[in-house]
């Protein structure tokens, strides 16, 4: 189908935790090239943790505020095969299209909240690969809305109550105590958590533990408000709370996974120097 002008999506945002080694987002690209050529993809990251749906869903929810109008492809799909729906999910400010295993409705929430979702029965690719619906199933459809095709007709409705959705992280503050969920790390080796909330003032020491790993940090504002080498606990550029070693790696000494209970036990931050 040729693109008509003002219909359709310019962009195609890609994300899934394929890796690049074995040429699978490559493959995908170019099963949209061939459908939809006018279609500029746009790759969000293929370094999403194996099989790490909320890490998935996590860094959606972190990118689409940032990108152009899109259709938005993504892929991290452990139960590739089985009775798991693919589903394509319409916000006002774009198309998700992927695994209905709770990988895209937070970021069809941040998109304006979602309108409509659709299982996506047609235009796959014959025959359909047991392992790679990235290729044969969801990258035709994000082609074919590329193109202008209405997502409804990319199969039966779903409603979206019965859409799957992940269970919101478990945090709990008290005072002195903040127990909360590990996200994941990013390749600077911050470790990133689900609290939104510092809940103590610049300078204040915490010691920090994820599992059974701990380490000392002081809660600031940049990496640079702690010496080089040590830790720092900050708000990143997400707006979450996260344990960050200045020139180092936090994620080396505290070795997090996903999911991992984190402790942040909060200290007194130290008094002002008495004026002379």
Excluded at 61 to 90: E, M, N, Q, W
């Amino acid at each position: 189908m040729p693109h008509t002008p003002d219909v359709g999506y310019d962009w195609i945002c890609f994300t899934t935790d394929y890796g690049r080694a074995d040429g699978f987002p490559a493959v995908c690209e170019g099963v949209i090239a061939r459908t939809a050529p006018h279609a500029r993809v746009l790759h969000v990251s293929h370094e999403v943790p194996r099989q790490d749906v909320r890490g998935g869903a996590d860094l959606l929810v972190r990118s689409v505020p940032f990108l152009p109008r899109a259709v938005h492809l993504a892929v991290v799909d452990p139960g590739v095969g089985t009775a798991r729906r693919p589903v394509a999910i319409v916000s006002p400010e774009g198309v998700l299209i992927g695994p209905d295993n709770g990988l895209l409705p937070a970021a069809a929430e941040v998109l304006g909240g979602a309108i409509a979702a659709y299982e996506i029965t047609e235009f796959h690719l014959e025959p359909i690969s047991a392992t790679f619906h990235g290729r044969d199933v969801f990258a035709p459809a994000a082609a074919q809305v590329a193109n202008g095709v209405n997502p409804n007709a990319l199969g039966p409705a779903v409603d979206l109550d019965a859409l799957i959705r992940l269970p919101e992280p478990v945090t709990h503050i008290e005072p002195g105590r903040v127990t909360t969920e590990v996200l994941g790390a990013d390749s600077f080796g911050n470790v990133q958590l689900a609290v939104k909330d510092l809940v103590a003032d610049p300078g204040t020491v915490v010691h920090a533990q994820v599992g059974d790993r701990s380490l000392e940090a002081v809660v600031g504002r940049t990496f640079a408000d702690a010496r080089a080498g040590d830790a720092v606990v900050l708000l990143d550029s997400a707006g979450r709370v996260a344990i960050a070693v200045n020139g180092g790696s936090a994620a080396e000494i505290l070795l997090p996974r996903p999911g991992d209970r984190a402790v942040l036990l909060l200290a007194a931050a130290p008094a002002p120097p008495a004026r002379s």
